[in-house]
């Protein structure tokens, strides 16, 4: 699936694990997650026809596991913002934070930023449970939240049995996000 899911976020679906990314045309161009490495000619090809790549100014990772920064490399000039969390889970352990040899050694040559807690007109919510340093991107003005793996459309919730999963922080991070006036949820996966 691809389309817009607001006057200016986009959705791409990708195949295998139904993987999103998401992208928002505002006043930066920005990417929330880049999918899996096997949707990559997919994703050039669909989410292509809405964006020129090089141009993408921000790409913001809810959290590091391989489905979710696969892509990384396909937005050269953008800078990389993740949860000063979920950076040192990388430092300290790639492979348990991508979840993928080959991806992990790959996405060790980004230079990551640790995410602000407001940034880009969207709000930092951190939501450890599924990582140690996942986080939700509320974008107040469309009344969008980027879930990552923490919640699914169906009211589901991520797996808390991963190696830096912290299954005792994860109701909490529920709650916080209940809170929240939403009107879409925009989740890591279409299960
Ligand atoms: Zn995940």
Aim: with cysteine; glycine share 6%; proline share 5%.
């Amino acid at each position: 699936m691809f389309g817009k899911i607001s006057d200016d976020v986009w959705k791409f679906t990708g195949c295998s694990d139904k993987s999103n990314v998401y992208f928002i045309d505002s006043a930066k161009k920005i990417i929330i997650d880049t999918g899996n490495r096997t949707d990559r000619e997919h994703l050039k090809n669909f989410l292509g026809r809405a964006i020129d790549f090089e141009k993408i100014d921000v790409v913001v990772f809810t959290h590091l596991h391989y489905d979710h920064c696969g892509n990384f490399d396909l937005f050269p000039n953008a800078e990389m913002y993740a949860s000063s969390d979920e950076i040192t889970a990388f430092k300290n352990n790639p492979d348990d934070t991508v979840l993928d040899a080959v991806v992990a050694e790959k996405f060790s040559s980004v230079y990551l930023k640790p995410l602000p807690a407001e940034f880009l007109g969207l709000k930092v919510v951190e939501t450890p449970g599924h990582t140690s340093g996942s986080v939700c991107l509320w974008y107040e003005k469309d009344k969008i939240l980027f879930t990552g793996d923490t919640l699914f459309g169906n009211k589901m919730q991520g797996r808390v049995d991963l190696p830096t999963s912290m299954p005792d922080e994860m109701k909490n991070s529920i709650m916080r996000l209940i809170e929240i006036p939403y009107k879409v949820i925009a989740p890591g996966h279409d299960y």
